[in-house]
């Protein structure tokens, strides 16, 4: 691209920031099943694992467009629970490539002032994983700007029955009485404590499942179905699965009329 193509690019993806920005409401929290790599590359008769590298990039530019448009948190599947049911050499290239992942990308993060977290059951990852994700999260710790969570060996049965299991222990141990629990509690003992739920779920390749994401943390989450895979999923994609956000109206079981007057009782306050 010549230097004025690239020019006029930065302009118009600023414009359309700028646009989602002025609409007032920009999820405080996203989350992502990336789904699709493998059809990617089938697609191109291509071994699965560059569906897996391309999709790296689709990470760099959503993670680079969260950033800019000022979302809090960002929640990527990257590896479920049940994905170590895959082929040993699957999952071995998949281990590696988070590695390497992690390594060349710590850096970049770092500079856009990026906090990297990680939630699942990290024990289980290769050691050479678990050490390149404990420096991604030690490195970035003071950062103030978007919060990347990571879930990696996550699965939403997973976070419950590690919270049940706690929660259960502290009521053993008399430090939490069984009559004061109750949903904000059980949240505290999630892996995305302090974290609001997410506002807004992304599904890549047209796939309409939770495939065991966060169960309990989605209950009221906007959803959007992407129809690309997730090697073909930029920042574009995500500025429509926004746009689209912005025009959901989020009644958490209420009726139409009463999210109106809360919404104007707001707006007169502020
Ligand atoms: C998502 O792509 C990546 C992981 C689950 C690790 P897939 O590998 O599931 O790709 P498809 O769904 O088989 O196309
Ligand atoms: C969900 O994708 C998990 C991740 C994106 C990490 P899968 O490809 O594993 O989901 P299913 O098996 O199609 O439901
Ligand atoms: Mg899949």
């Not at 989602?20 to 996203?30: Q, S």
């Not at 789904?35 to 530019?61: C, F, M, Q, T, Y």
């Not at 959007?224 to 429509?240: A, G």
Request: aromatic share 8%; charged share 30%; with cysteine.
């Amino acid at each position: 691209m010549s230097t004025r193509r690239v020019q006029d690019a930065i302009r118009d993806d600023q414009k359309i920031q700028n646009e989602l920005k002025r609409n007032g409401n920009i999820p405080t929290h996203i989350a992502v099943i990336m789904d699709g790599n493998g059809r990617w590359a089938k697609k191109r008769k291509l071994p699965r694992i560059a569906g897996h590298n391309e999709g790296v990039e689709s990470v760099r530019d959503t993670v680079e467009s969260c950033g800019q448009l000022g979302v809090k948190y960002l929640t990527l599947y990257a590896f479920s629970t049940e994905n170590w049911k895959r082929p040993k050499e699957e999952v071995s290239m998949l281990m590696r490539l988070l590695m390497r992942a992690l390594r060349d990308e710590t850096d970049r993060l770092h500079k856009n002032n990026v906090r990297v977290h990680a939630i699942g059951d990290i024990s289980s990852l290769p050691q050479e994983v678990q050490d390149e994700l404990l420096d991604a999260i030690e490195k970035t710790k003071h950062n103030t700007g978007l919060n990347l969570l990571l879930a990696l060996s996550y699965s939403g049965r997973w976070d419950i029955t590690d919270a049940v299991r706690r929660l259960i222990s502290n009521v053993q141990q008399g430090t939490v009485k069984t009559e004061n629990i109750n949903d904000h509690l059980i949240s505290e003992y999630l892996s995305t404590k302090n974290v609001p739920d997410p506002d807004l779920l992304i599904r890549t390749s047209g796939e309409f499942r939770i495939s065991n994401f966060l169960l309990w943390q989605l209950a009221y989450s906007e959803i959007y179905i992407s129809d690309l895979f997730w090697p073909d999923f930029r920042r574009n994609e995500l500025y429509k699965a926004i746009a689209e956000y912005q025009k959901r109206e989020r009644r958490f079981g209420m009726v139409s009329e009463q999210v109106q007057t809360q919404k104007s009782k707001a707006s007169y306050v502020g």
